[in-house]
Nanobody
């Protein structure tokens, strides 16, 4: 089992940047594919980005492509989400998640979830 703790959320103006971190403990971090999801008020949780176990491959939702970057440091048991050129529509609770088997954008493919961190982008 793995425990995930997100940090780095906050309030930022449109056009600004934030970097989210997700620290993992428990089973070997490098054995998991990792993903970031987000959920805005009144909306379903949606995929943001994912990264393979080794960090050698990433993919993104179209809405964040070119603005967000997912990365990981397996030595530090941490996955990051660098968010640039933030928009008001990026406002949401951001969750990191770990998948044992599947490198995926689907919510149901992830086995473990963090508690989330709030990101608010003001106009």
């Amino acid at each position: 089992q793995v425990q995930l703790v997100e940090s780095g959320g906050g309030l930022v103006q449109a056009g600004g940047s934030l970097r989210l971190s997700c620290a993992a403990s428990g089973r070997t971090f490098s054995s998991y594919h990792m993903g970031w999801f987000r959920q805005a008020p009144g909306k379903e949780r949606e995929f943001v980005a994912a990264i393979r176990r080794s960090g050698g491959s990433t993919f993104y939702a179209d809405s964040v492509k070119g603005r967000f970057t997912i990365s990981r440091d397996n030595a530090k048991n941490t996955v990051y989400l660098q968010m640039n050129s933030l928009k008001t529509e990026d406002t949401a609770v951001y969750y990191c998640a770990a998948s044992i088997e599947i490198y995926s954008s689907r919510f149901g493919d992830y086995d473990y979830w963090g508690q989330g961190t709030q990101v608010t982008v003001s106009s």
